[in-house]
């Protein structure tokens, strides 16, 4: 289908170009929706961002004597490259929840970080 077809069947479900569709690819959600919206361009868009995400783990294996939630703080343009991380190790170690965090404790010691690659 060219892409001019395939536009013009598209019909959002609001006049800003927003709406609500359907999970249909493989998914731990598959059979919900999920909503979309037209997004601002990059460099505003990073600039909306939390400065850190907070994303807390769980470890929970019979190995420990006691289920361990860890707390990282990631600076936003790192996030995807820690989740990713996260998923790829395999282990016990799962995503808790991952929330925006504009100021860290000093403890986290994130301002010590190298420049991103």
Known sequence: ???????????????????????????????????????????????????????????????LHAPHENTYFVPSDRLADFLSELALAGGEETVWHVEGCDTPPDEANVSDLPATP
């Open 1 to 63: 289908m060219s892409e001019d077809n395939s536009q013009k069947r598209w019909i959002p479900d609001n006049p800003d170009g927003s709406g609500w569709a359907e999970v249909d690819w493989m998914s731990a959600v598959r059979g919900s929706r999920y909503f979309y919206r037209h997004a601002e361009l990059g460099e505003e868009a990073r600039k909306l961002r939390p400065l850190f995400h907070r994303v807390v783990t769980r470890l929970d294996t019979p190995l």
